[in-house]
């Protein structure tokens, strides 16, 4: 009997590496879900119901405030996040990394400098951030959590305390990082969206009629009918759009077309189906306004619910917490906030990092909201103006972004961008209206970041005025050792300086008090771009300057953390020679004083030199090993 040949089909490299790229597309898409998209996926909590009240100020809700607060969320998904942000701004990336000070960072390189107004712009927007991260965390858990209320009224009493019990654990857990616990986001976030739109989807058969909000007519109708609780409602009805600046923040972790697709086919719809059934029911039954998505499910689903609630909040909650560390990494490489400690969580995703005091910050900031205001109705109405604030940033640095750095003729540009930042502008004004309601604690919040990061900005360029005219240019210095040579060392000594061009300080003290020049002398300046990352072979440049002396540049990106022997190390391929065990690193610690007249208040001077005092030692921001290091000690008056 003849044996049968089996043919193994024959699979092309290009086939392959399709194959690849498809499994790993559909990965990111998943895990976009979890943190990209927590946040607003989790806004069918409470938004519905808290604009649907607004809309009805203590009356009874009717079918023409359901229609027009349907109608007014929809297209609030439609223009804000889809239009906008989706379509849009996902394009405008800098070097594939998004976020309000990325598309500062574009918009600097648009114009060719680092004009005040668009500084002014991307700080306010990250403050805002910051102010909307302290409500996120709060107002999501305690949302889910008060689904025990609906179970059974006995169990009220426990919902702070479980609350304060989740937030507490949840900021504990942090610097243990989040490589193991975010291959969980995705899966349960997706099992939420299915969820949320299943059980919208039963409760739309109550009074198919909801269909007809579809039509923006409805919520033209009643903002032009209803006048300042018109206003009100639209400023509830933002809550449905809360979190998507997030997508524009994470397109680094996951790119545009994942994020986009996740959205498509998976948030949009879920969003839209169960609003629209949470909108049915409430049609169905008027008196389901007090907690319409619980009451989607019936008591027996109650409990199970709450507990997928609950995960998807924590899941909402992280995601902002570690967007606020983000945050706060590039606002320290662009030069608005002083060095805090930055502990890397985990060595495969470098965008993992745990900041200490922003974490602290931020757990008292959450659990003293949740204490004071103790109700997310309450929580809700102090969300949205932080969130709305930094919403309408991205405007117009977006229009400079697409008129000058894509070309774009300024009439195109003006035509694509002023529709969303007119729908920016109404949304701001609606949610200033709650501002004594409790929108002023973020916004007051974020005043505060903004007074720290113009102190800041404002006193290191003093401080570099100042230290500037009592420096000796190192052109001069290096000449004036040919004439009269100084006792030489063996070894080398690396000098760190924020401005080449001088002899930096700590050489000068060494010169003074030790009498001694090293063999060989590196002034080394670190420069932090406006790109997030720098390829290696573009890291260090190395400028020989005499026989003694060379000028070292490290250039790293605003989400990199500067590494400086490993960077140093790089340089070998460009012919230096790095030993580190023969290497000394000199480093200037400046103790601040407060000047009789400066630039600044002398209040502003204080805040100034207490923030100075607060930073992370140079040596350990820079990682450079302490063993190695050696501090010289100035004090300077500002």
Do not use: C
Request: charged residues 15%.
């Amino acid at each position: 009997m003849k044996k049968t040949e089996e043919t193994t089909p024959i699979v092309s490299a290009a086939e392959a590496e399709e194959s690849r790229a498809a499994g790993s597309f559909w990965k990111l898409t998943l895990g976009s879900l979890g943190v990209v998209y927590g946040d607003i996926g989790t806004s069918p909590l409470y938004a519905f119901r808290e604009a649907a009240k607004a809309a009805a100020a203590g009356g009874p809700v009717d079918r023409g405030i359901v229609l027009g607060v349907l109608s007014l969320i929809l297209w609030s998904l439609i223009l804000v996040v889809t239009l906008k942000y989706v379509l849009v701004l996902l394009r405008a990336d800098n070097n594939g990394e998004g976020g309000i000070l990325s598309l500062t960072a574009l918009a600097f390189r648009a114009l060719g400098h680092r004009a005040p107004a668009v500084l002014m712009l991307g700080i306010v927007g990250a403050a805002m951030f910051y102010g909307s991260s302290l409500i996120t965390p709060a107002l999501s858990v305690l949302s889910a959590v008060e689904g025990l209320k609906v179970a059974t009224p006995a169990l009220e009493p426990f919902v702070l305390p479980l609350t304060f019990v989740i937030l507490t654990f949840l900021f504990a857990v942090q610097s243990h990082g989040t490589a193991r616990v975010s291959a969980l986001f995705g899966p349960i976030t997706a099992l939420w969206f299915v969820v949320t739109a299943a059980i919208g989807a039963v409760h739309i058969a109550d009074d198919p009629s909801v269909l007809a909000a579809i039509n923006p007519f409805y919520g033209i109708n009643f903002l032009a009918g209803h006048g300042t609780i018109g206003l009100v409602t639209l400023g509830a009805v933002f809550l449905a759009v809360t979190g998507s600046e997030a997508l524009y923040a994470d397109l680094g972790h996951f790119g545009r077309r994942p994020i986009q697709a996740a959205w498509f086919f998976a948030v949009l719809p879920a969003l839209v189906i169960n609003y629209f059934g949470q909108g049915a029911l409430v049609l169905a039954s008027p008196s389901a306004i007090e907690n319409p998505f619980y009451l989607l499910v019936p008591e027996s689903m109650l409990l199970p619910l709450i507990a997928l609630a609950t995960a998807a909040t924590i899941i909402a909650s992280q995601a902002v917490i570690t967007g606020a560390y983000s945050l706060t990494q590039q606002a320290i490489q662009l030069g608005v906030l002083p060095r805090f400690e930055i502990r890397h969580t985990s060595e495969a995703h470098y965008g993992q990092i745990y900041i200490p005091r922003i974490n602290l910050l931020l757990l008292v900031g959450v659990l003293l909201l949740v204490g004071v205001f103790r109700t997310s109705s309450q929580l809700a109405a102090s969300y949205t103006l932080a969130v709305a604030a930094t919403v309408w940033v991205a405007g117009p640095l977006g229009l400079i972004v697409i008129w000058k750095l894509w070309r774009w003729p300024l009439a195109a540009a003006v035509m694509l961008m002023a529709p969303f930042i007119l729908a920016d502008s109404a949304f701001l004004i609606a949610a200033a209206m709650k501002f004594l309601q409790g929108a002023w604690v973020p916004v007051l919040f974020g005043a505060l970041v903004i007074l720290v990061m113009i102190t800041w900005r404002r006193g290191t360029a003093l401080l570099a005025q100042k230290t500037r005219r009592t420096e000796i240019p190192l052109e001069t210095l290096i000449r004036s050792f040919e004439k009269k040579p100084p006792h030489v060392v063996p070894g080398t000594a690396v000098f760190l300086t924020s401005d080449p061009q001088f002899a930096p300080t700590a050489l000068l003290h060494n010169l003074k008090h030790n009498k001694v020049l090293h063999e060989h002398n590196v002034i080394l300046t670190i420069v932090i771009t406006d790109t997030p990352r720098v390829p290696l072979a573009d890291r260090v440049t190395i400028t020989p300057i005499s026989p003694s002396f060379r000028l070292i540049a490290l250039r790293f990106g605003y989400v990199e953390s500067p590494n400086v022997p490993q960077a140093l190390a790089v340089a070998r391929k460009h012919g230096w020679h790095f030993d580190i065990m023969s290497t000394s690193f000199f480093l200037s610690r400046r103790a601040l004083k407060p000047a009789a007249h400066s630039g600044m208040p002398r209040w502003q001077d204080r805040l100034f030199i207490a923030l100075a005092r607060s930073a992370n030692d140079a040596t350990d921001f820079f990682q450079i090993p302490t063993e190695r290091v050696v501090e010289v000690g100035t004090q300077v008056t500002i």
